[in-house]
Structures are given as structure tokens and as C-alpha cells.
């Protein structure tokens, strides 16, 4: 993760990180610019959900986008109407 110097915008250095809590991380980030010296804390969070998982985690409770909820309720559908169709065999018997 690159991420500029907020006072100066030269390059800086990942200098440590940690979880804090399970969807919340914080970095801790120094300036490369040795006339600015700025030490500062980046965070990051999970917020929503893309895709979700084949194998759900009960504990994990996040939102689902929109449009992954739009996607599943689409497939859902098609699955439905895939079961209401009568079987028949791709091969035919003459
Ligand atoms: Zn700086």
C-alpha cells in the first residue's frame, strides 16, 4: 500500500501495523522526507461484502453489496425456474 505524506506528499514507510478489531486494521506510516519527519496512522476497514463466500462464517456479519445481493437473487431465480422445468434427456432415442 502506497500512501503519500499528508504534509508533504514524498513517499513514506510502512513502519508497523495492527488488527484492531476483526473488520478494522491500523498502520502506522513515516515520511521519507527528512526535512518533514511526519509519523501518522492509516486505517482500514472491511465494510461490505462483493462476493460472498461458498463456506459462510456464522460469526462474520457484514453487509453484502447490492449488487451482490441483486447477482444471488438472480441466480436464486434461475435456480428456481431450472427446477420447475420437467427433465428430459439431452440425448435423443430413435
Ligand atoms: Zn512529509
Known sequence: MKMPC???QSKTKLHSGAQVDRYVWEHIFCCTNPYCGCTFVV???IRRI???PKVPNPEVN???SA???KRRENKEK???AAA???MCSPFRTL
Open 6 to 8: 499528508p504534509m508533504c
Open 43 to 45: 486505517s482500514g476497514e
Open 50 to 52: 462483493l462476493r460472498p
Open 62 to 64: 457484514l453487509p453484502v
Open 67 to 69: 449488487r451482490a445481493a
Open 78 to 80: 434461475r435456480e428456481a
Open 84 to 86: 420447475a422445468l420437467p
